[in-house]
């Protein structure tokens, strides 16, 4: 059965932690926009408190979820577990982008330690309104194998004074 939380709970936490991929939902106040969806993975989330979770914002070919969250702050993020036990839980709250060259960036890279990714474009924070669980039935088992290895040589290769600079 669905349940709503006005914060994450010690469960919901350790469930977040166990899933090795996350999605992240935005949408623009223009209804004739499109409505972005991403997967993100590597260790890139972290728990900042029991209202609040960032994670890495990796360069790629577009910028839509910092661009719509500068619109209208809204921001989703869902984690689905593909083990044996089902559950889907959604986070729902308001999004904050945080510049890789600002203080507030260099105090939240404190939560990573050094697990640090160096190729980080920006910080994306939610700040929680709600949490809900769903039954997770219908998602099909998967076995997590490795993490792919193409976005960490691409950016070794295209550096910050490459390629890679115009998406940061």
């Known amino acids: ?14 469930f977040i932690h166990q899933q090795k991929i996350f999605f992240v939902a935005t949408a623009p106040s223009d209804v004739h926009q499109t409505v972005n969806l991403s997967p993100k993975g590597y260790d890139s989330l972290r728990i900042l408190d029991p209202k609040t979770v960032a994670y890495f914002d990796f360069p790629g070919s577009g910028n839509e979820t910092a661009t719509h969250i500068k619109d209208n ?35 939240l890279l404190t939560q990573w330690g050094e697990d640090v990714i160096p190729w980080i474009r920006q910080l994306i924070v939610l700040r929680i309104h709600e949490a809900r669980t769903s039954c997770g039935y219908t998602v099909p088992r ?27």
Do not use: H
């Not at 059965?1 to 350790?14: C, G, K, S």
């Not at 869902?78 to 203080?103: I, N, Q, W």
């Not at 792919?148 to 040589?153: A, N, V, W």
């Open 1 to 14: 059965m669905a349940e709503a939380f006005i914060e994450l709970t010690d469960q919901l936490i350790d």
């Open 142 to 168: 998967f076995e997590f194998v490795e993490e792919r290895e193409t976005f960490r040589r691409y950016c070794e290769a295209n550096g910050p004074k490459g390629k890679l600079e115009k998406y940061m």
């Open 73 to 107: 702050g809204r921001l989703t993020m869902m984690f689905c577990s593909f083990g044996a036990k089902p559950m889907t839980v959604r986070l729902y709250g308001r999004g904050e982008v945080v510049d890789r060259k600002s203080e507030r960036f260099q105090e």
